[in-house]
């Protein structure tokens, strides 16, 4: 009887909860993110998240393209540098934009941006805050917690589409529509909408599991990824307006 007893008790020990397949882990990311980061860092797929960026920021591009493309002639033509031509040449190039150019944009933001933002963490996560994992790992949690973004971009097409404009949000920028698209703060409510704000939290997670240290160390990381590289991408597009002859504004 104690050999059956302790046989059953091994029994019971040694039975692992089932990992969910990828699918579910999605999902998981959306209703139980604890538990979907769990199950992924035990078998890490690193295509599938992949994949679903690449064709949701693709298809985004190409769809919403000559909105996109609008809005960049919006705030060049009131540049004192470019020359009128080029700038009406903007214009006729916004109206007929270009399906496989804008597709392979959308194919390099699918890819860059969550690839830029592991490598940071992986780096603070690693070295910082004396974590340990893969960066493959890490590469894929962030890709994971991106599915909520993706989320985001899905639900914007239809907007921009039928607003006729790509100047959408699902965030706080849609509260201030009189900010302008040249403006610091505009600019940067754009970029924080509720999707991202959501999958940087969530991304903080899965950040502490892959790592395994805490809570507050994984929302570190994600956070000082997340908020470095946007901010770094907004440091850009405001020298890149400046240096192309428009005025910026901070609100």
Known sequence: MDTNMSSNGDALINQEEPTSSIWGQIV?????????????IKKPNIWVPLLICIAV?????????????????EIMKNSTVIPAEQIEQMRI???????????????????????LVGLIAWGIGSFIFGG???????????????????????LKIPLVIIKESALVSIGPAALFPDLGITSLAGIVM???DVFMIWAIVVM?????????FTTGKGMATSIISNVGLIGCLITLQMVGMKFAGVETTWF
Do not use: R
């Open 28 to 40: 998981g990311v959306f209703t139980a993110p604890s538990k979907a980061f769990e199950d992924y």
């Open 204 to 212: 903080g997670l899965g950040f502490s599991k892959a790592l395994g």
């Open 190 to 192: 754009m970029y924080f």
């Open 132 to 154: 340990k994992a893969k960066f493959k790992i890490i590469w894929g949690s962030t890709m994971m917690a991106g599915m909520i973004i993706m989320l985001g971009v899905i």
């Open 57 to 73: 920021v693709s298809v985004s591009a190409i769809l919403t393209a000559e909105y996109e493309s609008m809005i960049q002639y």
């Open 93 to 115: 190039d916004a109206q007929n934009p270009n399906a496989v150019k804008s597709g392979l944009f959308g194919m390099i933001f699918g890819i860059l941006p969550p690839l």
